[in-house]
Structure formats: structure tokens, C-alpha cells
């Protein structure tokens, strides 16, 4: 158990730097990207709050499940992003 919460963890972490990686090639910005990866923490928050409301321990599949919310939120924030940089080109403003 202790194992697959340290291999589950560092797979978390890997992912997030390789998503930032790719974002920052993407975006061709360091900026950007920054601040998608700031929506990451609220969700630890309110998954610890989740499992302490109903009662329930910290397992593989909330772990997993963990994972998955969180490229869930890097997905939506992308959008919201993108959305931002398209709107302000549109009204001729810089995009970064």
C-alpha cells in the first residue's frame, strides 16, 4: 500500500511538471502556464475537505481519482486561458 501511494504520488508530480513543460512550449510563454498550474492546489483542498465530510480514508482510488480531477481542472483552465488571450487579440490588445 505504502508503495503504490509513493509511485501514485510521484506520477502526480511528474505529470504535472510535463503538462507545465508542454503548456510553456505551447503557450511559448512561462507565464501562462504559471497560472493554469495555480488552479492545482484548491483541488487538494477540496478533496481532503471531500473525504473528511464523508468519512472516508485516503485510498488508491481516491488517489487516482485525485489525478484524474486534477487534469480535469488543467483541462478547464487551459480553455479559460485561451478563451482570455483569443478575446484580447480580437480587441487588439497584446496577447500576453
Known sequence: MAD????LG???ILSIV???MAMAGQFESLSSPFIIMFSIPPTFIGVV???LIMGKPLSIMALIG???LVGIVV???IVLIDGDRRRRMKRGF???
Open 4 to 7: 503504490s501511494f509513493i509511485s
Open 94 to 96: 497584446p496577447a500576453n
Open 10 to 12: 510521484l506520477a502526480l
Open 75 to 77: 483541462n478547464n483552465a
Open 66 to 68: 485525485y489525478i484524474l
Open 18 to 20: 510535463l503538462v507545465y
Open 49 to 51: 475537505v471531500g473525504l
